[in-house]
């Protein structure tokens, strides 16, 4: 079951949400006991990014694989969508489009794919990223 929480004012259109993250997890042949996705303000993000990843600073995107067992996934993503905002302005793209590339990192993450472990498991990771992106 994919649950979304907005605790935010931006308005999310969560049957997109729902539908990306369930491309992902089709794609890549796991079952779902239970994905959270959860929107934040800066201050949240930011705080759990302090104190998860040692980073004092707002991000777009964590993610917590809280089960995986077999083919089967339980995890929570978080999401900013002001720092999406940002970043969409920044790279010249959409808020959507901003938005569902940092699902599909989020949900990637979840499924154990790592871009921080070097570089061959970042191009494999921004491979499938790309890919699910084109299919949205």
């Known amino acids: 079951m994919v649950e979304v929480n907005n605790l935010t004012k931006v308005a999310i259109d969560s049957e997109l949400i729902k539908k990306v993250a369930g491309k992902v997890l089709n794609g890549e042949?796991?079952?779902?006991?239970?994905l959270s996705i959860?929107?934040?303000g800066e201050k949240r993000i930011k705080e759990l990014n302090k104190r998860y990843r040692k980073k004092n600073r707002a991000t777009d995107v964590l993610s917590f694989n809280l089960a995986s067992k077999n083919s089967q996934v339980s995890g929570e993503v978080i999401i900013c969508?002001?720092?999406i905002?940002?970043?969409a302005k920044k790279y010249g793209s959409s808020f959507k489009d901003e938005l569902v590339?940092?699902?599909?990192?989020g949900v990637l993450h979840i499924l154990g794919y790592e871009h921080e472990k070097g570089k061959k498991g970042a191009r494999g990771m921004e491979k499938k990223q790309d890919y699910y992106f084109s299919q949205i």
Do not use: I, T, Y
Request: no cysteine; proline share 5%; net charge positive.
């Open 101 to 105: 590339l940092v699902l599909v990192h």
């Open 85 to 87: 905002k940002r970043n």
């Open 38 to 40: 959860v929107f934040v």
């Open 81 to 83: 969508p002001r720092v």
């Open 29 to 34: 042949r796991k079952k779902m006991l239970d």
